[in-house]
């Protein structure tokens, strides 16, 4: 099989298309880095080089392939709140209160999981020295979509009729979210996950609207030379290829439906919109569970190439440590 290749390596191999010896995998660790630095979340959150410890930790335990630097859907509000009239001041607070379900975490968040934006970007700098030659690190923002869904619930709409009220408020959240990605490029990430927690419903010809919005930031990342991952966590597993049409350089689909996809259809679009694919897979921690990561390995690895692998959701904090292990075993180690 050869020299075993670093994650550094692997991750470029994985965007230019390389034939590769395995898919990198890239679990969403962000709360359950606090169990693995032997902390409470509060203490992880208390500075940056605790976060940073923490997640630097659960990566060099258990060897996946790359750092992201949260999973937190709600972490941009409270600066939206501050900057902008039509956003509630108080809209952290309010989503949090409501006991709202993530579609990333599949759990409630409490107010305790929330740090603010800048001990994520001074905990970014710190991996990004210590780790970054090797690893990579990946600068993670709640896409505007993401955002404006969160704070406008049942009145989000991107139909023609609602569009200009929408594009409005989108383009507000689109200029602190780019300062945010820009923020993280002077870091020198290796690449930028945006998280689309919502996109079920959403058609063509909407996605259509919002391209503008999507195409300024490839413009920005491509200028940076850093690498665009669009993160799917809710979504119509029957017409994947509209979202491909947004053009990043990588699309992630989620959930326990990802199971499902039929990795061949994603192999031909992934060569028709030249994109790589990351796809979820199940804890092998049932024997059904550990058939369906066998069937998705051994799809990928057949595909040779444009594919990664991650976890469902964000990993719960009460994951047990071989549940982890085994998974990453089994995908570092086909």
């Known amino acids: ?80 709140g501050r900057s902008f009239d039509w956003v509630p001041k108080d809209i952290k607070e309010m989503v949090l209160s409501s006991g709202r379900k993530s579609g990333i975490t599949e759990r409630s968040i409490t107010a305790a999981e929330v740090p603010p934006v800048s001990l994520i970007f001074d905990a970014a700098a710190e991996m990004r020295e210590v780790i970054g030659q090797d690893t990579p690190v990946i600068g993670v923002v709640n896409s505007p979509v993401t955002l404006l869904r969160t704070i406008l619930m049942d009145r989000f709409s991107l139909t023609e009729a609602d569009f200009p009220e929408m594009k409005s408020f989108l383009n507000d959240i689109q200029g602190i979210v780019l300062d945010l990605v820009k923020a993280y490029c002077n870091l020198r990430v290796d690449a930028i996950w945006l998280i689309e927690e919502d996109w079920e419903g959403v058609t063509p010809s909407e996605i259509e609207r919002i391209g ?26 029957a017409e994947l290829e509209k979202y491909f049409t947004i053009g990043p350089d990588a ?54 190439s444009g594919f990664f692998l991650s ?10 440590i071989e549940s982890l292990s085994a998974m990453v075993e089994r995908i570092t180690e086909p």
């Open 1 to 80: 099989m050869g020299k075993k290749k670093s994650p550094k390596r692997l991750w470029k191999d994985l965007f230019d298309h390389k034939e590769w010896q395995r898919p990198p995998f890239v679990p969403l660790v962000y709360s359950y880095a606090s169990r693995i630095g032997k902390m409470s979340i509060q203490e992880m959150f208390s500075n940056s080089t605790h976060f940073a410890k923490a997640l630097m930790s659960a990566q060099e335990l258990f060897g996946y392939d790359a750092v992201l630097s949260h999973c937190d859907p709600y972490v941009e509000l409270e600066l939206l």
């Open 212 to 237: 503008p919005i999507y195409q300024t930031f490839w413009n920005v990342l491509e200028y940076f030379d850093v690498r665009s991952i669009m993160a799917f966590h809710r979504y119509d597993i």
């Open 251 to 304: 699309v992630f689909f989620a959930g326990a439906q990802a199971f499902d996809i039929a990795l061949e259809s994603l192999s031909v679009l992934m060569d028709r919109y030249e994109m790589c694919v990351g796809v979820a897979c199940p804890f092998p921690d049932s024997a059904d569970r550990s058939a369906r990561l066998d069937s998705i390995l051994s799809q990928v690895m057949d595909a040779g």
């Open 311 to 320: 976890t469902p959701w964000e990993v719960a904090p009460g994951t047990p």
